[in-house]
């Protein structure tokens, strides 16, 4: 029954929180954040101080790490080895700390995060900065506390010659708590802290005249001082941290950019990859080699461009686009009083100041004691040197060392301290030289003690140590600031031109959706050759463009499509190109392409005219398709079709203030005529209004703008085979919506119907019959006829049944007149 007692029922949630409580709290203060006063994590201040116990200093030889690390663990840190060497290897590094506190023989990784050897194979020392954060260590300066196993006792803090927090700066990630701490310059550092120490109440922009800013090892230029106060003042802040790049001349007229110091904590085996795939997967044009070229002598990557590639252009690209530019957030975080605190650079000063003045005080009172206590003995000495031939006397009538102590304070009331130093005394120090040296060292500690007890006493004496101190490190370690710091953050604006080598290609299009560019070479070369292209299929465009033109391409179900000619896929003229399906995701199954059209850069002052199948029109401003994020892989709506059945039977661009008319065929060949100013201009979204009243079963064929003014020939096909040539205005002016005149003669059985109406002058057509039978059509060879005529026929019904298609064959003439 007794053992039942001792049994606990607790929930699952008090366990939890009081454990994971406890846990937080151990690895936020014995972990994972650096103490404000001198700026180590446990783990570093463990390998600092068991190798400056174990002797393992700057001024003596190298030593097996797995030496050192053996006894971190055994005396000071039960973990595992990796994460003590892995500690040690990084304090060890010179691009990840400011001033390395480890001097390491052998391999100690690399920037293209590369391990370090294993620990049997290096050798390690405390390089001699070390050495000032230990120094005094000895003289019961910090407080010391017993190990994991009672057997030794470890520092709680290290006295520091020097804010380290600043200077080699902290980055951890605890429970709840993560901190950033960058690296800072060592001169600038003790320089603030002295003018802090002289100015308590010194507001942070004073404290940034000596402090710019964050220092790294790796350079770099850092961007932002209005963003780097902001941190200073609060321990939280975000700014710029870019490469130093310069641009080289290289020959055949090129250039290359190098890159000459790369952002804190990149790795730089990671970037030239990044750099290369952006060449190898033409993200932009004009790279022509990525090389790592760093050696002994320093870091350099060199970025080599094509002749003529915009070397200013390409390196913003590179900017926005790897880590050649890289965002450093601020988040100092240290225990500060045992608390995890989020600090700004004031903070961190007060606090290393503060603990500086205890190591000082605490020091000078160890030294104080000292030095009266061997003030006594000397005195003693000295006062026995004066009545020698008594003191000896009395020794020698002495039983034993015990006695002799007994009668020198007995006899010539010497303390117990100075009767045991005369009775150690060696006989050779009875010589006359040895008063002299007593006097002359007597005289120096009362001069010592004198100084001692003033800093003790007067708080400005203690600073005046304080900076002495700091001055002197200064003097010794202080080196030049490695990173550039530029005021404002420089806005990366990426023009696309910027990025592409013009080059003149041709660019065709069908009317399935296959997109391509092919060089100049390539087609020259392949005149003779047919284009590449699917059975069926027929050419819709093809021109001569250059890689920084533009494309839209319009669809028979009422979709935009955005495409920059150098995004084409670039393949040769005899193959088949890129199908839209395999980047567009949203295209329908009997979508085609109606139009294309393309432009230098997009026009401000145009619109579109959409006109569909079963009667609707719109304009929309060119403005609104403006190309999104999303280009790639989403096609615009540029006209929302009310049924399924609906299409877009012609698009054209135009300016709206032109005087120029809309005119509209109907399958049961009405003609309607009516001023553009009519259609209103709506949202790229808009199903538009209605453009012509339709009889039941009736349709428009086709539409066209055609001058209010003068004449616009037009050419009418009919179902029969008949073709008519006419003129647009001979249909008068009517308005929008109307059913319009019959544009052939009515017959009572088997009417003409019109099955095409296209543009009638200087054009070529190719008219197929059901049976397969071609006819090419010359529209000049036609004569303009009236309204009412039926025109003549060129295919033979009879024999060779209804026409089946009408193909525009001048899809290469610009191409030839090219």
């Known amino acids: 029954m007794a053992e039942q007692q001792n049994i606990q029922e607790l929930t699952l949630e008090e366990v939890m929180g009081d454990r994971f409580g406890r846990y937080s709290k151990y690895i936020i203060q014995e972990r994972a954040l650096p103490d404000i006063r001198d700026g180590l994590k446990p783990v570093q201040r463990r390998i600092l101080y068991a190798m400056h116990k174990d002797g393992n200093t700057f001024d003596k030889g190298f030593r097996k790490s797995a030496k050192s690390v053996g006894n971190i663990m055994g ?97 951890g990630i605890s429970a709840g708590y993560a901190t950033e701490i960058p690296t800072h310059n060592l001169a600038e550092i003790i320089d603030g802290t002295i003018y802090l120490i002289d100015h308590p109440n010194a507001s942070i922009e004073k404290l940034m005249d000596f402090i710019p800013g ?25 700014v710029i941290l870019r490469s130093k790049t310069k641009f080289e001349d290289i020959k055949g007229g090129r250039q290359q950019i190098v890159v000459e110091e790369i952002p804190y904590e990149v790795n730089k085996a990671n970037l030239v990859k990044k750099m290369d795939e952006i060449r190898l997967n033409k993200k932009i044009d004009g790279i022509s080699e990525v090389r790592d070229e760093t050696d002994r002598t320093g870091l350099r990557i060199v970025v080599e461009l094509k002749k003529e590639a915009n070397a200013e252009g390409i390196l913003n690209y590179l900017f926005k686009n790897t880590d050649l530019q890289v965002n450093y957030n601020f988040n100092m975080v240290a225990i500060d009083e045992m608390h995890p605190r989020q600090v700004g650079l004031k903070r961190i000063l007060e606090s290393y100041i503060l603990h500086r003045r205890e190591v000082v005080l605490k020091r000078t009172h160890f030294d104080l004691a000292k030095a ?88 400005s004496e203690l600073l005046k140590v304080l900076k002495k101190e700091l001055r002197d490190i200064k003097k010794q370690y202080g080196n030049p600031r490695k990173t550039e710091i530029e005021a404002e953050i420089e806005e990366i604006v990426i023009e696309t031109e910027v990025l592409i080598i013009p080059e003149e290609v041709i660019v065709t299009i069908t009317k399935e959706g296959y997109l391509k560019r092919s060089s100049l070479r390539s087609y020259q070369a392949s005149k003779p050759i047919e284009l590449g292209m699917k059975d069926g299929d027929e050419v819709l465009f093809a021109k001569q463009l250059n890689t920084l033109d533009h494309l839209y391409l319009v669809t028979t179900k009422g979709n935009i499509i955005y495409r920059p000619v ?178 052939l003669r ?73």
């Open 214 to 238: 964050p220092d790294f090892p790796t350079g770099g230029i850092l961007q932002g001082k209005e963003e780097i106060r902001k941190a200073y003042e609060t321990g939280k802040g975000k």
């Open 746 to 818: 009515q017959l009572k059985s088997n009417p003409h119907r019109i099955f095409f109406m296209g543009l009638g002058e200087n054009q070529t057509y190719l008219v197929q019959n059901q049976k397969g039978e071609e006819k090419t059509l010359h529209t000049n060879d036609f004569p303009i006829a009236d309204r009412t005529s039926n025109g003549s026929f060129i295919l033979d019904e009879k024999s060779g049944g209804e026409i089946s298609e009408v193909r525009y064959m001048d899809s290469f003439s610009q191409l030839e007149n090219d």
């Open 566 to 743: 150098h995004e084409l896929p670039e393949v040769r003229w005899k193959e088949l190109g890129e199908h839209l399906s395999q980047t567009i995701t949203t295209t329908l199954s009997n979508e085609e392409i109606l139009a294309v059209f393309d432009f230098k850069e997009l026009p401000t002052d145009k619109t579109f005219l959409f006109i569909s199948r079963e009667g609707w029109i719109k304009q929309t401003n060119c403005l609104d398709f403006a190309p999104g994020r999303t280009y790639r892989s989403r096609a615009q709506v540029c006209m929302t079709l009310k049924t399924p059945t609906d299409e877009i039977v012609d698009v054209f661009l135009i300016d709206p203030n032109e005087a120029l008319d809309v005119f509209l065929a109907s399958h049961q060949a009405y003609g309607l005529r009516y001023a553009v100013q009519e259609v209103p201009i709506v949202g790229a979204r808009a199903a538009g209004v209605k453009s012509m009243n339709l009889k039941e079963n009736d349709f428009v064929v086709n539409g066209l703008v055609v001058y209010s003014e003068g004449d616009s020939p037009i050419v009418i096909i009919s179902q029969r085979g008949a073709v008519k040539r006419m003129l647009a205005q001979e249909i008068p002016q009517m308005g929008r919506a109307k059913r319009g005149q019959m544009i």
């Open 372 to 459: 009266k206590k061997r003030q006594h003995i000397v005195d003693g000495l000295m006062k026995a040197l004066s009545i020698l031939d008594e003191v000896i006397v009395t020794i020698r009538q002495s039983k034993d060392k015990k006695d002799a102590k007994e009668q020198l304070i007995l006899q010539h009331q010497f303390t117990e301290e100075q009767a045991e130093a005369i009775v150690m005394l060696q006989l050779y120090r009875l010589t006359n030289t040895d008063i002299t040296q007593l006097r002359a060292e007597a005289k120096e500690l009362a001069e010592r003690i004198e100084e001692l007890s003033k800093i003790v006493a007067e708080d």
């Open 75 to 171: 005396n000071y840190h039960p973990h595992g080895d990796s994460s003590i060497y892995e500690a040690m290897v990084r304090m060890s590094q010179d691009w990840k700390l400011r001033e390395v506190l480890i001097e390491m023989h052998g391999n100690n990784g690399s920037m293209d995060g590369d391990p370090a050897a294993a620990m049997r194979y290096t050798e390690a020392r405390l390089s001699k900065l070390s050495g000032e954060m230990l120094k005094d260590i000895e003289k019961d300066t910090v407080d010391l506390v017993w190990n994991f196993d009672d057997t030794e006792k470890e520092p709680v803090v290290l006295p520091t010659q020097y804010p380290n927090l600043l200077v080699n700066g902290s980055t």
